[in-house]
């Protein structure tokens, strides 16, 4: 079935390093792809997404690029800052069952000063 | 253009009592979905519902939840004698109807806390 494997956490970076965060997915057809992120106490926002293969979602700083060759759509960003600090799931619709996301376990990221 | 909202934010019930939650969809959005995030555990969905329907219920455990969505008014999550293992944070999503991407926007949560 239809499944997202997401790098598990917690990372912890200083302000100004990289960020990756790994995903890849098993689906049926070549679903839209989304990474959400949650910051404590509060519920999910979109962060990005991608509707087709080699398409690239960006926000904030954040990108992702939907690869069909290795079924990944990892999060990166170039310069982390204290705000980022959150836990990020990367999510897929399972389309034939009403459009009901399947997450990952999500990952923690904690920035450093 | 107002946000899906959720309310209560926090509740607390103590085991055998009965807990609603609700959940209004965002304006134009005829899709909502329930999903619950368990300590130490992912994000799962639960249920899937439209406008005085229910579509797709495979993630609701099959005794003491309930849902629905009626014709006017919120959303609502339903779970009969709570336990202490009901205690979770439960979020609502909507999305408008179906177009190409599938994208749900979230509220900010109901954290259910059973004592």
């Known amino acids: 079935g239809d499944s997202v494997t997401q790098m598990e956490g917690p990372v912890t970076l200083s302000e100004e390093a990289c960020l990756t965060i790994n995903c890849t997915y098993t689906a049926t057809g070549y679903p839209s792809l989304f990474w959400y992120v949650q910051y404590p106490g509060e519920g999910l926002q979109l962060l990005l997404k991608a509707t087709k293969a080699d398409d690239k979602g960006s926000n904030k700083g954040f990108e992702a690029t939907y690869r069909k060759e290795t079924t990944s759509f990892h999060l990166e960003k170039g310069s982390v800052q204290v705000s980022d600090s959150a836990v990020y799931f990367c999510?897929?619709?399972?389309?034939?069952?009403?459009?009901?996301?399947?997450f990952g376990q999500g990952t923690e990221l904690s920035v450093k000063p | 253009n107002a946000g899906v909202m959720q309310n209560p934010r926090h509740l607390v019930r103590r085991r055998g009592q009965e807990a609603r939650l609700r959940c209004s969809p965002m304006?134009?959005?005829?899709?909502v979905y329930w999903y619950r995030q368990l300590p130490e555990e992912g994000l799962k969905f639960m249920v899937y519902?439209?406008?005085?329907?229910?579509?797709?219920e495979s993630g609701m455990p099959k005794e003491r939840f309930s849902a629905e969505f009626p014709k006017e008014g919120p959303s609502i999550l339903r779970i009969q004698q709570v336990v202490r293992g009901d205690s979770a944070a439960y979020f609502c999503?909507?999305?408008?109807?179906?177009?190409?991407?599938?994208?749900?926007?979230f509220g900010p949560g109901t954290r259910l806390t059973v004592t």
């Open positions: 304006k134009g959005h005829s899709h």
């Open positions: 519902l439209q406008k005085e329907n229910i579509i797709d």
């Open positions: 999510a897929l619709p399972i389309y034939n069952q009403g459009g009901k996301l399947i």
């Open positions: 999503a909507s999305s408008p109807p179906k177009g190409a991407s599938y994208e749900q926007y």
